[in-house]
């Protein structure tokens, strides 16, 4: 059973450092098996390139999924967080994102937020 209303889901991310975090909607969660994730982080609502794309499919930052216990996990690696440190000039940066789910054509809005770069300074 989809969510209602999308939750706020904030990610701070240490560049040079490796990232993993896991969400459970509250409420009940719902049974996630044979459902699908994508999220995307960008500068702005409006930018056309994302800064960093995820998603259940294999790759550097990836979502995963609970199945009947409902959660979804983010793990980005220690290289790409670097990236984006790097990529912002060691500055910290404040940016945007959203995680669908989908099954069977139908996509809900798990959660959304704002994407905290804090850069390294050991690198």
């Known amino acids: 059973m989809p969510l209602a209303d999308p939750g706020i889901w904030n990610l701070t991310l240490y560049a040079g450092a490796t990232y993993s975090q896991r969400a459970t909607p509250s409420g009940t969660p719902w049974d996630l098996t044979g459902y699908d994730a994508r999220a995307m982080v960008r500068d702005t609502y409006p930018s056309v ?9 294999a790759g550097l930052a990836t979502i995963t999924l609970g199945g009947t216990a409902g959660w979804v996990q983010i793990d980005i690696d220690a290289t790409t967080t670097a990236a984006l440190g790097s990529a912002y000039g060691y500055e910290a940066a404040s940016l945007v994102w959203d995680i669908e789910l989908e ?7 798990f959660a959304y937020g ?10």
């Open 103 to 109: 099954n069977a054509g139908d996509v809900t809005r």
């Open 49 to 57: 390139t994302p800064v960093l794309s995820m998603g259940t499919a």
């Open 114 to 123: 704002v994407v905290t770069i804090s850069p390294e300074v050991t690198r």
